[in-house]
Nanobody
Framework: QVQLVESGGGLVQAGDSLRLSCAAS????????MAWFRQAPGKDREFVAR????????VYADSVQGRFTISRDNAKDTVYLHIDRLKPEDTAVYYC????????????WGPGTQVTVSS
């Protein structure tokens, strides 16, 4: 399994931008499809975005399309989530996750980073 650690969260104001990072270690990073999920207070964890190992293909949840951008730097074993025009409803714990391209389930998860958006 790959080990993941998120960073970059914090308290921000509505309309601000933020970049979250997720550093991976332990395995060949480029073999993993990476994703971001989030869990708001009192809600289920939801999918946000994913990116293939090469970085050529990305998928976004409809709710974040146009404001969120997922990217990766395989030389740094890091995946990023850039968030523009933050809204209070973006307040959540953001998690990164990894799966091998040949699998369906995300088997590796980071501990999460809190993002709080004030209005």
């Amino acid at each position: 399994q790959v080990q993941l650690v998120e960073s970059g969260g914090g308290l921000v104001q509505a309309g601000d931008s933020l970049r979250l990072s997720c550093a991976a270690s332990g395995r060949t990073f480029s073999l993993y499809t990476m994703a971001w999920f989030r869990q708001a207070p009192g809600k289920d964890r939801e999918f946000v975005a994913r990116i293939t190992g090469s970085g050529r293909s990305t998928v976004y949840a409809d709710s974040v399309q146009g404001r969120f951008t997922i990217s990766r730097d395989n030389a740094k074993d890091t995946v990023y989530l850039h968030i523009d025009r933050l809204k209070p409803e973006d307040t959540a714990v953001y998690y990164c996750a990894a799966r091998r391209a040949s699998t369906v389930t995300f088997g590796s998860w980071g501990p999460g980073t809190q993002v709080t958006v004030s209005s």
